[in-house]
């Protein structure tokens, strides 16, 4: 049984950084991705960074410049500086495999302006 546990999500001034992490435990692939999307609410889900566990990274647009996502074997980690108030949403942490996804539970972002 993979699961996944997020923590790290707050209230933030706008301008201010967060920093959140994800660990994985469980028995899975050596080959993986993880990663964090967001949803806002009344919006779907959203991309925001990836990591292989090659070391590859993808961001979305939007995040370019201010996020950075690094990882250390099963763990994850999302710093999020310059945060902007439209970076407020819920922050899900997923692990995908060969054979499927994974998803945490979510952790709270605020940015207040």
């Known amino acids: 049984q993979v699961q996944l546990v997020e923590s790290g999500g707050g209230l933030v001034q706008a301008g201010g950084s967060l920093r959140l992490s994800c660990a994985a435990s469980g028995s899975f692939s050596s080959f993986n991705t993880m990663g964090w999307y967001r949803q806002a609410p009344g919006k779907q889900r959203d991309l925001v960074a990836t990591?292989?566990?090659?070391?590859s990274t993808n961001y979305a647009d939007s995040v370019k410049g201010r996020f950075t996502i690094s990882r250390d074997n099963a763990r994850n980690h999302l710093q999020m500086d310059s945060l902007k108030p439209e970076d407020t949403a819920v922050y899900y942490c997923?692990?995908?495999?060969?054979?499927?996804?994974?998803w945490g539970q979510g952790t709270q972002v605020t940015v207040s302006s």
């Open positions: 997923y692990l995908r495999i060969p054979y499927g996804t994974y």
């Open positions: 990591i292989t566990s090659g070391g």
